[in-house]
Antibody
Framework: EVQLVESGGVVVQPGGSLRLSCAASGFTFDDYTMHWVRQAPGKGLEWVSLISWDGGSTYYADSVKGRFTISRDNSKNSLYLQMNSLRTEDTALYYC???????WGQGTLVTVSS | QSALTQPRSVSGSPGQSVTISCTGT?????????VSWYQQHPGKAPKLMIYDVSKRPSGVPDRFSGSKSGNTASLTISGLQAEDEADYYC????????FGTGTKVTVL
């Protein structure tokens, strides 16, 4: 059974940093591209970033480019999102998703507030 | 990338059909056959319902179907059921990815 479990969401002040993690199981992690997608409270889905199976290619939404960094550790079946220079508009539930968005985690909540 | 445009809400009675549109541009919806659709119930993670415009993952009822014409993709739910009441989002590849604004489906 495919499982994606996000962690690391907390309350952080504007300008702060945070690292999210996503633990994957039930599939061959290093065969697949992985994504981060976020959803602000009461709002729609927003694609954030993707990383190729080997970490060699990464892409970002314009809204986070230069502030967020996606990475992965295939030896640990884990995906990460380093979030710097956080803004109040980054407040959202952050989901990790597999490849063609066929599996999603339950999300981890990031709140940026003073 | 601007979000794809979806109607805010659609509604129908049980057994009826509803169609949700998803309008983009030639740089996203119109340029690739990589449109997908997601169902999201309150407090739950999104669930993939349609991928590659019209393909259904295993386990998704055949009441759900997808199509595309030009820069607009559509999701049709036939034989509407109470459990279909949810938010629906489209998504298109565009070099990166872009989601739609979301549509609330209400079963009357």
């Amino acid at each position: 059974e495919v499982q994606l479990v996000e962690s690391g969401g907390v309350v952080v002040q504007p300008g702060g940093s945070l690292r999210l993690s996503c633990a994957a199981s039930g599939f061959t992690f290093d065969d697949y591209t992985m994504h981060w997608v976020r959803q602000a409270p009461g709002k729609g889905l927003e694609w954030v970033s993707l990383i190729s199976w080997d970490g060699g290619s990464t892409y970002y939404a314009d809204s986070v480019k230069g502030r967020f960094t996606i990475s992965r550790d295939n030896s640990k079946n884990s995906l990460y999102l380093q979030m710097n220079s956080l803004r109040t508009e980054d407040t959202a539930l952050y989901y990790c998703a597999k490849d063609n968005f066929d599996y999603w985690g339950q999300g981890t909540l990031v709140t940026v507030s003073s | 990338q601007s979000a794809l445009t979806q109607p805010r809400s659609v509604s129908g009675s049980p057994g009826q059909s509803v169609t949700i549109s998803c309008t983009g541009t030639s740089s996203d919806v119109g340029g690739y056959n990589y449109v997908s659709w997601y169902q999201q119930h309150p407090g739950k993670a999104p669930k993939l319902m349609i991928y590659d415009v019209s393909k259904r993952p295993s386990g998704v009822p055949d009441r759900f179907s997808g199509s595309k014409s030009g820069n607009t993709a559509s999701l049709t739910i036939s034989g509407l059921q109470a459990e279909d009441e949810a938010d629906y989002y489209c998504c298109s590849y565009a070099g990166s990815y872009v989601f739609g604004t979301g549509t609330k489906v209400t079963v009357l």
